[in-house]
């Protein structure tokens, strides 16, 4: 795949909403993964492209604008999370490797960091994230919506399998950050059955994660289009339930309730908690007096 190299302004992105981190970072826009439910689709039309999924534009002077930003004293050493928009260890950073130089310029100022990824390539990294995670605080996400394969691979293509993700999250546990697994968005009548959500929890008790969040799914303007057509060519019954569902708009209110209902049972079955600040905000302790920087949420 051709890839497109583009500048930056800035390394950082200011979240105008309401998040337990202020800032996020992006490698890459777009993403190879090809989810069909990513909420990110909207993004390239600022780019006017039209595919998300194969018109990867890369930051070629991104680890130099972090580090303007980092070493300005004005910098308080907010968190920063990777890869909440287009996954940083997607296939273009086996060519690219600027995760690794992103990596030393965060062990250099002793920053917390938040990395999600649904790749496995985040392994070639584990020293430099372990070294990272012993000067600041560090976690480790990584989204995980089923145990079955082929649903994954419907789902998500080009992403790493489940059991490599559970490995690498399971991996990490052994350093110093935290762990967790992202069970968002539960896709209605794909993902949301009992026997599915209790093979995650069972899977994330088995490998030690530190909390499971889930989250029901949302479809607005350019991802709804790109699912409901995704649901169309492979289950219609599927697809006409799901629409249904949608009918309003947002997901129908009496399906979440049940959803959730089902979860929490689930998670009181595994005694696992859902709240991922708790296990930062203890890593977070572990630093104290040596750095400032908390979440403020």
């Not at 337990?20 to 439910?37: A, Q």
């Not at 350093?175 to 992202?182: K, P, R, T």
């Not at 289009?225 to 947002?250: A, C, P, R, S």
Request: glycine share 2%; net charge positive; proline share 4%.
């Amino acid at each position: 795949m051709p890839y497109k190299e583009i500048t930056c302004k800035s390394a950082l992105n200011k979240l105008k909403r309401k998040m337990p981190y202020k800032y996020d970072l992006n490698i890459y826009r777009g993403c190879e993964h090809g989810c069909k439910y990513c909420y990110a689709l909207y993004s390239h039309k600022y780019l006017n492209s039209k595919n998300y999924y194969n018109d990867i534009f890369i930051k070629t002077n991104i680890v130099e604008e972090l580090e303007k930003q980092l070493s300005k004293p004005s910098w308080k050493k907010d968190v920063i999370s990777i890869g909440t928009v287009s996954d940083s260890y997607q296939k273009a950073e086996k060519d690219y490797e600027i995760m690794p130089e992103i990596l030393k310029v965060l062990i250099k100022y002793k920053n917390p960091t938040i990395i999600s990824t649904k790749s496995d390539i985040i392994l070639r990294d584990f020293d430099l994230i372990t070294e990272l995670a012993d000067v600041a605080p560090v976690n480790i996400a990584s989204t995980i919506l089923t145990t079955d394969e082929n649903i994954k691979n419907l789902i998500e293509p080009e992403t790493s399998s489940v059991e490599n993700r559970f490995n690498f999250l399971k991996k990490f546990k052994n350093s110093n950050a935290s762990v967790g697994l992202h069970m968002m968005p539960v896709l209605p009548y794909l993902t949301d059955s009992y026997e599915n959500i209790d093979s995650l929890f069972k899977k994330a008790k088995k490998n030690n994660v530190d909390y499971v969040l889930p989250g029901v799914l949302n479809l607005y303007g350019k991802t709804k289009q790109t699912y409901f057509n995704f649901l169309k060519e492979v289950d219609i019954d599927i697809y006409n339930k799901t629409k249904i569902l949608f009918k309003k708009g947002k997901v129908d209110s009496t399906y979440t309730k049940d959803l959730y209902l089902k979860i929490n049972e689930i998670k009181r079955k595994y005694m696992l908690s859902s709240n991922y600040m708790s296990p930062i905000q203890k890593n977070i302790k572990k630093f104290e007096g040596k750095q400032t920087t908390l979440f403020d949420y």
